[in-house]
């Protein structure tokens, strides 16, 4: 529980700052975002080495199960603690202000040109369409969308992180 209260704090700022750089046209938030990023994916492997390294301390080691199941329940108290960041965020503080800001950089004339110059006018189309379907969306639909893309890539990840916790350590 602690560990995947840690992992979803990260990918919560992760999802924050990337929401407050889209929403405010901040680089900076962008720039937080891109190096929380880089610290919500290592972070389950050094959590995973540091039980693992704990063991050891102990001289017990887990087996391939037992960090296979440390890695799936860490993900999902991830998963929740990002879905309550998520759904606070849509729920309270967005209020339509992240789809307006996408939506109105995605139909800048200079965007929606580069798109019809790399021949992807089809799929600049399609990415609106998407755009205005979840912005009908509620605050709970979002946050379900944005926890089952957690979920998915979590089961993966999961496979590695389970290595990292159960790896055989020398001396």
Not at 33 to 37: G, K
Not at 156 to 159: A, R
């Given at each position: 529980m602690e560990y995947g209260t840690f992992v979803g704090l990260a990918w919560g700022g992760v999802f924050l700052s990337y929401v407050e750089g889209i929403?405010?046209?901040n680089g900076l938030m962008m720039l937080l975002?891109?190096?929380?990023?880089g610290v919500s994916v290592m972070l389950p492997l050094v959590l995973g080495v540091r039980l693992n390294r704990k063991m050891a301390l102990i001289e017990e080691r887990l087996s391939y199960f037992q960090g296979l199941?440390?890695?799936f329940s860490m993900f999902m108290y991830a998963c929740l603690m990002n879905g309550l960041i998520v759904f606070?965020?849509?729920n309270f503080l967005d209020d339509g202000l992240l789809m307006e800001q996408l939506n109105a950089m995605l139909t800048q004339p200079e965007m929606?040109?580069?798109y019809e110059q790399l021949?992807?006018?089809a799929q600049h189309?399609?990415?609106m369409d998407i755009l205005r379907e979840t912005d009908g969306l509620s605050a709970w639909e979002k946050t379900l969308l944005i926890f089952n893309n957690n979920f998915f890539i979590s089961l993966?990840?999961?496979?590695i992180v389970a290595v990292a916790a159960t790896w055989r350590r020398n001396g």
């Open positions: 929403s405010y046209n975002c891109f190096m929380l990023c199941f440390f890695a606070a965020y849509f929606v040109q580069t021949g992807m006018g189309a399609q990415m993966f990840y999961s496979f």
